[in-house]
Each structure stands twice: as C-alpha cells, then as structure tokens.
C-alpha cells in the first residue's frame, strides 16, 4: 500500500523558520507526534545546499556515539566528500580512540564559505551535561553559512548558554507547529475529503492541532467520534497499513527493526534473505516511515519503529534471541567488537561473548580502542562469564587498575594467575598476556617478571604493548609503572638487564623506550645533562612506523628536559615537533595529555590565566571517583586550583591522589602529591605550617634514597621557605629526624637558584594581596629598623608574646620563615616606609 505524507508545506513555518536568517540555530521544542521531523525535512530543501540528517537515541548517551553520529553527517553533507582535510580527522581508524578531538579538528577545518543545512533530531535523548556542552561546542567551530535545525521535546538545555548569548539561536515552540483550522480544512480539501469549516474547527479542538493525530485520521478518512489520539494511531497503523501489507514484507520488518541503523548486509543476515536491499527500496518508495540515508543506511521513524517492537516482543523468546544473535555473528563478522558484545550481553549468550573478547587479539595495535574494551568491559562481563572463560579475567583486570578500582584489580589479577594453565591450553597465543598483567601489578617488581620471562616459551609474534590506556602519559618511565624501583644503582646497567628479557614484549620499539626511561631517570636525578643525551637517543631511534603513544613518550621528555635547562628556542621546536607527530598520525587521543602537559609548564612560569582556561575544558571532578589513565591530567588540575588559589580543592584532590598512587607503589607520583600538598597547606588562608612541613618531609625522605631532586626544583620559590626550615632543623646539633642535611642544603640552593627567575603555582607578587592591622604594621616597621623582639615589645608597651605573635602572623602573610626574608619582602613590596 502507497501511503502518502499528508502533512503539506505550511508557509507559515516556513517564513517562520527564514525570519531570523542572521540566526544559524532553530531550536524546535515539541513533543512526539507534532511533526518535528518532517517540517526538519522540508526545512532542509528551501535551500538546494549540501544537508544532512543525525537521529539520536537513547542509545547516543556516550562520547563515542554522539561523536560517530556528527562525524557521518559530515560525511553525508557532501555527496562528493567532505573536505579533504576534515575527512582526514573523520575516516582515519584512531577517531575511535578520542573521538571529541578529530571531530572537533574536522569541524574547524572545513572552509569557512561553506554552506550546507544540518537537522539534529530527538536532542533530548542527549541528558548529560558534557554530551550536551561537547554539542554546542561542535556547532560554534561549523562555519556560519552551515544553518542547524534542532529538534527535541525539552528545553533548551543550559550548556547552550554560549549559544544564546551570542544570538544564534531562532527558538521554535511546539504550539507554533499545531495545526489550526484553517490548515485543517485546506488539509482535507487537498485530498478531495469535504468537510465544513465547522468540521475542521471540531477536529482542531478534538485532536488540539497535533499533527500525526489529524494526520491518521485523515488517512482513516473519518472525522473522529472518540478522543484517544493514541488509539487512533494505532488503530491507523494497523488497518490502514499493516493489514494491507504482504506477509513476507511484514514479518521482514519485524525480523530487523532491533536495529536502529539497518544495511543490506545486516538485513540479509537477520533474515536469511538475499534480497533485503530490494525490500527496503520497496518501503522506502511506498511512502512508508522508513529513510534512506546517504551512507547507504536505513532507519524507521521513531514512533513506527515503537510499533513493530511492540510486535517483536510478543514473539517467543527463542524468536527474539534468535535474531539479536543473528545480529551479534554479523557485527563480530565485521569486526564491529563493541556492537557484537552489546547483542550478545543482552541475551546472556557467554559462548559469543568470549568469541567477541578473543577477536581483540586479532585486532591490529593502531586499530585496538581502549575505552571502548573498558565500557564493554564494566558493562558486559558479569561474574559468570570469566568463570567459564577465565581469560576475560585478564580484561576485568585491566579496566579495573585503568578506573582506580584497586581492589577489585588484586582479585582479578590473582583469578587470572590461578587459572594461567588451563588459559595457556585453551590458546598458547595468550601466554604472552600474563606478562603484560604482571607489568600493570604492583606487587609484582620489574626484575621479577625479567627473570619469568627469561624462562617463557613466547608462543606467538607481539604486536607491542597494545591498548595500554597509559601509554597516553607524557613520560614513560612513570606510564603504565614507575621505573624508580630500579634505584639507587647504575641506571644503564638496570635498564639494560631489562631490555634483554623485556625487549620482545615492546618489540621493535624496545631500544628507543628503554633509552626514554634511562633519560627520565636521570631528570628525575637533577642529572639534566645526562637526561638529555639518552632523550636524543630515544629520538634518533624513533621510526615513523612507531605507534604515536610511544614517540610522544619520547618527545615529551625531551621537552620537559629542555625546558628544565631554560633552553626556550629548543622547547618551542620540540613543542611544534609534537604537535606536527600528534596531527601526521591523527592522533588526537593524545591531545588531553598533550594540552596537560603544555598547561604545567605554563603554570609553573606563573601564567595563573591558563588555569580557569584548563579547569573549563579538562578539569577533573574533584569530589568524584579518579580513574587512573587519567592520572597526568588530575594534577595538572590540582596545579590548576592551587594558581587560582582554591587550595581547598587541590588538597582534596591531592589527597585522593597520594592515596591511589601510595597503593600503586608509583615513588615518584607519591612525591609530587605531597610536595604540592605541603604548597597548598602553606599557602591556604587557614595555614597549617605543621602539616606542610610534615608533608615536605615525608617527600625529601623518599627523595633521598632514590637521589631524586628535580620534582622539588620545578616548584622553584614555592619551596624555598619550607626548605629554609628544613634546612635550619637538619643542621641543629640535637636534630634526628629522617633528613639528611647534606641532600636538604643542596635541595635548597637548588630551589632557591629557581626562584631568582620568578614564576611559580602560588607568586602572583602583590601588594594588595598583603595587608597587615595598624599594629602588625608598627611592629614590621620596627622590625626593617633592626629592633630586637624584646624591644619591639619595650617601644611599644606591650608584652613579649605578644610580639612573637604578630612576628608570625607577619610571617604569615608574607610566606617568608626568618627575619631576614619578611624584611627584604617587605621592601620589595615598599610595604613599610624606608628612612
């Protein structure tokens, strides 16, 4: 049966919709049924321009979704290809791996005179705030002659604010698209159906203008008797075009209308049918609520889809699973992991789901996606699962360490090392996974598992370490575990011994990343020179065929290393190399830790503006759960807070830090934490000096063994005061405690060299930010003229505690722990007049 669309051009939305033409945004706000979707259509061709379609569902509510939806509408604009470039950022198989980047990079590199028309239906399945900002955030970089037609059954939502301030947006309400009675009448006279004014007047008030209620009406060709516009959909639905289908056809669309996005392939597969595609034209050109997309897909509307779901699930049960299983070998058959493991959980189907996991080994290393295994993993691998098929213990594993949740890792771990046998048996081809497990354990050390390998039969060929979401990190020798339990001792030789059993597990990359991780050893030492030799190593042995993790490893150290040597014109040449590796391989996954890593230097020189900047767009929650890939990028957030003066906020985030990195035995991460805590308690308006110095210590004490000091000089003149106290406690005849004051004094020399040159989290140097009572000043003006504490309080008739408390208080203020600092600052500062 040749169903028609009845719903006509209205020329009253029409020039509605073209009004505010200046306006690129229509935002059309109804709920179902009132013809949003096919006004969208009409609106699309008023102007023969490039368009594209994107219909959302409740299934979008993900990075990954959302991203691959608006990177195929780019797709679809264009009928011979979107702009080079941008396809570059859209077709590549990295966009997987961080999909905001690419498609934020395809956005801004399409021309700026493009023009083109883009509908987004059914926004309001898009419910988190981030989803809803990176949205707002894609349409701001589109070039403005490419006019966006959105539609949703809720308000605006709030993360469009950028957009409303700016007046892009022409809001549509749904009582705009009812229809009135007049159009009623003209609606039925335009199909030969007579009616009076009267009639159309009744219907309005009967069916209150809502479209796809007159629409099945019309249809039925009857004027209603009962108002129940539900019924009468379905009832339309039903005898006006389900009955007057063929059998075949019928059970044909109840057989695949699982699927949200259909293709020939899948609709053969779920069928048994060879003709699908012939089908599928067929709906398509009856008129029927199925869409063509220009990629070759096809989708049903929403509500027509509702209907045959309905049908589908009063099938038997054996039906059902059936054809979501025939859905889940096609996926598989296509290498689609994430979609096959969805279809199989959903139907408790175990076998298949293994078969899904097992398909990772065979997946090319630029090709595995990391926080797509992780959702399927959290999502999907209930607890019976790996006790059929107990190498998944090693996925639940991996997800585990890489969310922070440590406990369950332990178990996970220790279930796989038990059941290493009986998973060798089943396929000798993962026998190299348990080593990959042991370097992400931190009960386990390097030399250990160096030994096991040495003894290993190695029964297949590596593709490297694929999929290591810390592979991300900008410093490999703190990545996926930290180095410093090679030392103390000769770096080279420890090193060396671990790339002879090692090596074949990084494969080719071996001789360049064990060169990476001797030279950030050696920066970690303060031996800056040395760190340089082996970062150029690195970066000689870099091929171009090297996976983009690995080389921005290498070139992240050589940039932090000559940043630390103040060599600008090299940091600024290194900076650009990292930027042309991150771009040639279109690896914008990289790019978080990439701008981390950028941000820090930035703050460390003082450059307190980059801070709300950072917090803005990569911020971490502080109050919520911490993952551990993510680890670089939650200090860089603490360094973000404690430079705006929230310090509040960085210990709490600090604190959680110490507490995940403490657990994973990472020395060096466990170090920075409590330097950056002993600056926030420092420098928080409510001082704790005890607990700074205390934290201090604790870092010095570690520090000492190991011969680390770098991590203490970046902080620069944040430290000088603490260490100044250290120093004097270290040096004190009756003093013993855990410093040694040799390694404190050179610390401190060191430290205070830094701060000659400025910069710092915390030293925003002002004036205004000091300010003392009548009092405290009186008392700081003696003080600069050499008055001893007993006679301040004498000249000033008041008792010597007294003094003493206005001295520290002074202190205080001033961040300063002697005499001698508070008076140079305090001149520095003309805080007091000088005679």
């Known amino acids: 049966m040749e169903v028609l669309n009845t719903i006509l051009q209205r020329n009253r939305l029409t020039e509605l919709a073209e009004t505010d033409a200046d306006n690129r945004i229509l935002y059309i706000q109804a709920p179902a049924g009132y013809g949003k979707t096919v006004f969208a259509n009409q609106w699309m061709q008023v102007k023969k321009e490039a368009n594209a379609f994107v219909a959302l569902d409740e299934y979008d509510n993900t990075v990954a979704d959302i991203c691959g939806k608006l990177a195929g509408a780019l797709e679809e604009m264009w009928t011979e290809g979107p702009p080079a470039k941008a396809l570059t950022y859209i077709a590549g198989p990295d966009f997987s791996k961080a999909p905001t980047e690419f498609l934020m990079k395809a956005a801004a590199a399409i021309p700026k005179g493009s023009k083109g028309r883009l509908v987004i239906d059914d926004l309001h399945y898009i419910t988190e705030y981030s989803l809803q900002k990176l949205l707002a955030d894609f349409l701001l970089r589109l070039p403005q002659g490419i006019r966006i037609c959105l539609l949703s059954r809720a308000d605006i939502p709030s993360s469009f604010g950028g957009l409303i301030l700016r007046n892009s947006i022409t809001f549509i309400p749904g009582k705009q698209l009812l229809f009135n009675s007049s159009e009623i009448y003209l609606l039925y006279k335009s199909r030969k159906l007579t009616i009076t004014e009267k009639q159309a007047e009744e219907i309005c008030v009967y069916t209150e203008g809502w479209p796809i209620g007159i629409n099945a009406l019309l249809l039925m060709e009857k004027i209603p008797t009962e108002a129940c516009a539900k019924d009468w959909l379905e009832e339309f639905l039903d005898t006006q075009i389900w009955e007057m289908w063929d059998e075949h056809l019928r059970e044909f669309m109840i057989a695949v209308c699982i699927e949200d996005e259909l293709t020939e392939g899948l609709c053969n597969a779920m069928t048994g049918r060879t003709d699908s595609r012939k089908l599928l034209e067929q709906l398509v050109d009856g008129g029927v609520f199925l869409s063509k997309q220009r990629g070759g897909t096809y989708h049903f509307h929403k509500l027509f889809q509702n209907f045959l779901k309905s049908k589908f699930y009063k099938k038997p049960q054996e039906y059902r699973d059936s054809q979501i299983r025939a859905a ?365 110095l205390a934290y201090l210590t604790e870092a010095i004490a570690e520090a000492q063994r190991l011969g680390y000091e770098q991590v203490f000089v970046n902080e620069g003149g944040e430290l000088k005061n603490m260490l100044s106290t250290l120093k004097n406690w270290s040096m004190r005849g009756d003093y013993d405690g855990v410093l040694l004051d040799e390694f404190v004094r050179r610390l401190y020399i060191k430290v205070a060299e830094k701060a000659e040159s400025g910069g710092g989290l915390c030293r925003q140097e002002s004036r205004e930010g000091v300010q003392f009572t009548q009092k405290q000043k009186r008392v700081a003006e003696l003080m600069c003229k050499g008055y001893s504490y007993r006679k301040i309080a004498e000249e000033m008739g008041i008792q010597f505690s007294t003094v003493r408390s206005h001295i520290e208080l002074i202190y205080n203020k001033l961040d300063v722990s002697t005499m001698d600092e508070a008076i140079l600052k305090m001149r520095r500062l003309h805080i007091v007049d000088e005679d």
């Open 328 to 692: 889940g070998r096609w996926y598989l058959e296509q290498n689609d992991f994430y979609h096959a493991v969805v279809k199989f959980s959903s139907i408790k189907d175990y076998e298949q789901i293994a078969e899904c996991f097992d398909l990772l080994e065979k997946v090319a290393r630029s090709e595995f996606d990391t926080e797509q295994v992780m959702r399927a993993v959290r999502s999907m691998l209930d607890t019976e699962i790996p006790k059929r098929y107990p190498f998944l213990y090693f996925m639940l594993a991996f997800t585990a360490r890489n969310e922070g949740r440590l406990e369950k890792f332990i178990e996970y771990a220790d279930q796989y090392y038990k059941n290493y046998p009986q998973i060798v048996e089943r396929n000798p081809e993962l026998s190299h996974n348990i080593f990959f497990l042991y370097a992400m354990d931190y009960r386990v050390s390097l030399t250990d598992i160096a030994k096991w390998a040495a003894k290993a039969q190695i029964c297949c060929e590596f593709q490297g370490v694929r999929g290591s979401a810390t592979l991300c990190f900008p410093f490999y020798h703190k990545a996926y575990r930290d180095f410093s339990e090679l030392l103390p001792g000769d770096i080279n030789e420890r090193v060396g011994e671990l790339e002879k059993t090692l090596g074949p597990l990084l494969g080719e990359e071996s001789g360049m990343l064990t060169a990476c991780a001797s030279g950030g050893l050696y920066y970690e030492m303060g031996d800056l020179q040395r760190a340089q030799e082996h970062a150029l190593l690195a970066v000689s042995k870099m091929q171009k065929q090297f996976a983009p993790e690995s080389k921005f490893c290498v070139l992240s150290l050589l940039l932090e290393v000559v940043r630390a040597l103040g060599q600008s014109e090299q940091e600024n040449v290194i900076h650009k190399n990292i930027e042309k590796m991150i771009e040639e391989d279109g690896a914008f996954y990289l790019q978080s830790n990439f701008d981390a890593l950028i941000c820090s230097g930035r703050l460390e020189r003082g450059e307190a503006d980059v801070a709300k900047e950072w917090l803005e767009s990569r911020g971490t929650d502080v109050y919520g759960e911490l993952d551990f890939f993510g680890l670089y990028r939650h200090f860089t957030t603490a360094r973000a807070y404690m430079a705006l003066k929230e310090f509040n906020h960085a210990i709490i985030l600090l604190e959680k830090i110490l507490e995940m990195c403490t657990v994973l035995k990472r020395r060096t991460d466990v170090m920075e934490a409590k330097i950056l805590l002993a600056v926030s308690f420092w420098n928080k308006k409510r001082r704790n000096r005890e607990k700074a």
